[in-house]
């Protein structure tokens, strides 16, 4: 016995489904090539002519430049140990290459870090019936 009513409800558009818009009428996608800090100015910039200072871009755009802020210090600190490394192994060739390795282990290891930090001054916490609260 063969099913001869066709399923409407299969594929093509429907109300309401798919990506939601997140332009503005008449925004067009535009691709510019830029450092970290001018991507950061530019995100800032059109988020406050978006929606001014409350706008949930505008906030995500302060949290990328400290970021990005937080990032450079840390960087700063790293590179006389890196140099060190380098001055250790004999300068180029070996040096490079081991404190390319450090620095892949420090990659990994750090972040573990801030993770276990971050966990212990933040306790998870549980309700009466053994759920985890957000």
Do not use: C, H
Not at 11 to 28: W, Y
Not at 47 to 64: C, F, H, T, V
Not at 89 to 106: C, P, T
């Amino acid at each position: 016995m063969k099913n001869t009513e066709k399923n409407t409800r299969l594929g093509g558009f429907r109300e309401g489904a798919g990506r939601k818009k997140e332009l503005p009428d008449g925004a067009k996608v535009t691709s510019f090539k830029l450092t970290d800090a001018e991507r950061i100015a530019v995100k800032k910039f059109i988020a406050e002519l978006r929606g001014g200072d409350n706008s949930s871009k505008m906030k995500e755009a302060e949290k990328e430049k400290r970021a990005f802020e937080i990032m450079e210090e840390a960087t700063k600190a790293l590179v006389p140990a890196m140099r060190e490394i380098i001055d250790l192994y004999g300068g180029r060739g070996k040096g490079f290459r081991k404190a390319e390795e450090v620095a892949r282990i420090i990659a990994v290891a750090a972040p573990k870090d801030g993770i276990q930090l971050w966990e212990n001054d933040n306790p998870r916490q549980y309700d009466e019936n053994g759920k985890e609260i957000r």
